[in-house]
């Protein structure tokens, strides 16, 4: 019973059989696909859609910034809902081997939310080629450009997941826990706007979250499970 | 209902998680407000002007007429500017006679960063004519460009014969309304498009340059002949008070609003993760008056809080912004008895208990922390985030529409907030939604068992 595939299954399971979880990947593709066809069909070069220039494959990735909402919830809730239960103890006594039951977190969160992003991107381009031409884009575009974009979107939600997991795994109470991710994707920028210093201003807007390369961004995810593994592994329940 | 009441305290002040909301929430509202205001200027600077613009020029010796017809602007704002210029150096701050078109405030002459002339109102291309004639400079506008009436002529005391002559174009949101307002303002370029663009004599001259003014970029060589779109952002105007005193102060509204959305959902959702709501219905069993006396506890609760630290942000930060230059005779010291600065306070105040009971509302609704704080939370800060690339009704029609409440002066038109002019019609907005989702809440509550 205690092997990592048992772990993982029983995550699964309650993944999808929580109330909460079990819609939470759909609404995520869902919410990318809407946002992005939204933003498509009424932006036109020109508008202020546009104003800070507009890129095709920006634009119709746009809804990624709702979409990302639901990926946060999911990952946030597959570690606080247990703790909100008690069912926590259950699972910790099934499976007393702390990393274990860790990674199989972490495995789950990964395969709802790869799948949900892949989806979501996908979508939201097709959209965005079936309703942006109809504003006067030219839709000629590289075939590399699209796919790098679409990967590192796809890359971007399930380094964002990675990092809420973490965070929510350290704080354990769902409020804090999605509070703090909300401040990182959405209050850090504004902080950027508001500190007009150097080398501050900079330094706040290049390590955003929201706006961080890969590289950046998983070194966040990264740090995040780690104090979340280093915290699950040292406290009790 | 007092017992109600003070049951609902109890729990409040208990409960490390919703005690804990409220320290952040005043401790969002001074520390941002002492970043601000403390070592960081924004974009002012010494000068008691603003100085940068969009310019195409040639540089000319001796008197010369410049003749430009403006076809049209694509910024809606006010005092956005696109016309035709003279200007004794590319410095800035260096003596200038400008002539130009405003969407809101028709033809205009201005020089010396405050005299300012007013011209025609009415709307549709206008000709606009500079005529330079040694110290002093003529502006005439005309309809057709056969029939002229003069506008202003201005003298530039010991105007040196090589001048810069040309077009320009100006959108105020970067500089009259500085970046203290996070997320709040839309700044966008202004492109405007001149036709008919002549300069008699022509004699030797330059080529035409393009460069912004008081800016960092090189300056571009470029054709104009027939029509030319010249595109840029900032203003040229003496500055005034905007309000960056009072402004600043309330910089940190936006952070607090997510512990204080945090607190009111809370109130109501952690009772029902601890299976506390059945002790409390079933001691007070009807469910409105448990409802009310969560809200009056939350009302009574976050306002005080709220309050309390935004006056104390607002005379924290005062020697700070002196300090840096924000003072008299430019920057009056604010006063709180102040009618406007009355306003903001409270306002604030009042837009953070709202927004905390819009939690509670949504907390009621929905009984689960997760949804209810993601819900509340993206209509207020998803609308800021997409601020620069929305369309203005996100701002106006959305739970952040409360933010209003905050443009220091009423009347004031440059500013870009939501409802500019109208402080409270946000509030009123901001307003309709908690009353909804309170009432959704009671509905829930009345409807389906804890």
Not at chain 2, 271 to 289: F, K, Q, S, V
Request: net charge positive.
């Amino acid at each position: 019973m205690t092997s990592p595939l048992w772990a993982l299954r029983a995550e699964w399971t309650k993944l999808r059989t929580t109330r909460g979880t079990a819609w939470l990947p759909s609404l995520a593709a869902i919410l990318t696909i809407g946002g992005g066809a939204a933003v498509s069909a009424v932006a036109a070069p020109g508008t202020t859609a546009c104003a800070s220039g507009c890129d095709p494959v920006t634009l119709s990735l746009s809804g990624v910034h709702l979409g990302q909402l639901a990926v946060v919830v999911l990952a946030v809730l597959t570690v606080t809902s247990e703790y909100q239960t008690g069912l926590i103890a259950v699972t910790l006594a099934a499976t007393p081997r702390r990393l274990s039951v860790y990674a199989a977190k972490v495995a789950t969160v990964t395969a709802a939310v790869v799948p949900a992003a892949v989806l979501g991107v996908a979508g939201a381009l097709l959209a965005g080629r079936l309703l942006l031409p109809g504003n006067g884009f030219p839709m000629a575009l590289a075939r590399q450009t699209v796919l790098r974009a679409a990967a590192g979107t796809v890359l971007y939600l399930f380094l964002l997941a990675l990092l809420a997991l973490g965070l929510a795994t350290a704080l354990r109470h769902t409020a804090p826990a999605l509070s703090a991710v909300l401040a990182l994707l959405y209050l850090w920028p504004l902080l950027g706007r508001l500190v007009a210093v150097e080398p501050w201003h900079a330094w706040l807007d290049r390590y955003a979250p929201a706006n961080a390369d890969p590289a950046a961004l998983a070194g966040y995810a990264a740090a995040a499970l780690l104090a979340g593994g280093a915290f699950f592994t040292a406290r009790d329940g | 209902m007092r017992g109600l009441v003070l049951a609902e305290w109890t729990k409040l002040r208990t409960v490390v998680g919703t005690a804990g909301c409220l320290v952040a929430m005043a401790g969002a509202l001074v520390a941002v407000a002492l970043l601000i205001s403390s070592g960081n200027p924004g974009t002012y600077s010494d000068t008691d002007h603003v100085d940068e613009f969009r310019f195409v020029h040639r540089e000319l010796t001796g008197d010369h007429t410049i003749v430009a017809r403006v076809t049209g602007q694509e910024s809606d704002q006010p005092w956005a500017m696109a016309g035709i210029l003279v200007k004794r150096s590319l410095t800035p701050g260096a003596q200038y006679a400008a002539l130009a078109v405003t969407p809101g405030h028709g033809v205009r002459m201005q020089t010396g960063f405050t005299t300012d002339i007013a011209g025609d109102a009415r709307p549709g291309p206008r000709y606009l004519r500079l005529t330079r004639t040694g110290d002093t400079v003529t502006g005439s506008e005309s309809g057709d460009g056969v029939t002229w009436d003069r506008v202003g002529t201005v003298t530039l005391t010991g105007l040196p014969p090589t001048v810069h002559l040309g077009l320009f174009v100006t959108s105020p949101g970067m500089t009259r309304v500085h970046p203290m307002r996070p997320g709040l303002v839309q700044i966008r370029p202004n492109t405007a498009t001149f036709e008919a663009v002549r300069v008699s004599p022509a004699g030797p001259a330059g080529p035409w340059q393009a460069l912004d003014v008081g800016g960092t970029s090189a300056p571009t060589t470029v054709e104009v002949n027939g029509s030319v779109a010249v595109t840029g952002s900032g203003d040229i105007v003496g500055r005034s008070d905007d309000g960056s005193r009072i402004v600043a102060a309330t910089a940190g509204t936006v952070f607090a609003a997510l512990p204080a959305i945090a607190l009111g959902v809370l109130v109501t959702t952690s009772e029902y993760r601890w299976g506390l709501i059945r002790t409390t219905l079933a001691a007070a069993p009807r469910r409105g008056p448990v409802l009310a006396a969560k809200a009056a506890t939350v009302a009574i609760t976050a306002f005080p809080v709220a309050l309390a630290a935004t006056a104390a942000a607002l005379l924290a930060v005062q020697p700070l912004l002196h300090r840096n230059g924000y003072r008299p005779p430019t920057y009056p010291d604010p006063s709180l008895l102040d009618p406007a600065v009355l306003r903001v306070v409270t306002g604030t105040a009042i837009v953070l208990t709202l927004l905390a009971l819009l939690g509670l509302g949504i907390g009621a609704l929905v009984r689960r922390s997760a949804g209810a704080i993601t819900v509340v939370a993206a209509a207020v800060l998803v609308p800021v985030a997409a601020t620069p690339f929305a369309p203005s009704w996100l701002q106006r029609f959305t739970p952040v529409a409360g933010l209003s409440v905050q443009q220091v002066r009423e009347t004031d038109d440059t500013l870009l907030l939501p409802w500019a002019g109208r402080p409270w019609m946000g509030i009123a907005v901001l307003s309709g939604y908690t009353g909804l989702a309170l009432a959704a809440g009671y509905w829930r509550q009345r409807r389906s068992d804890a």
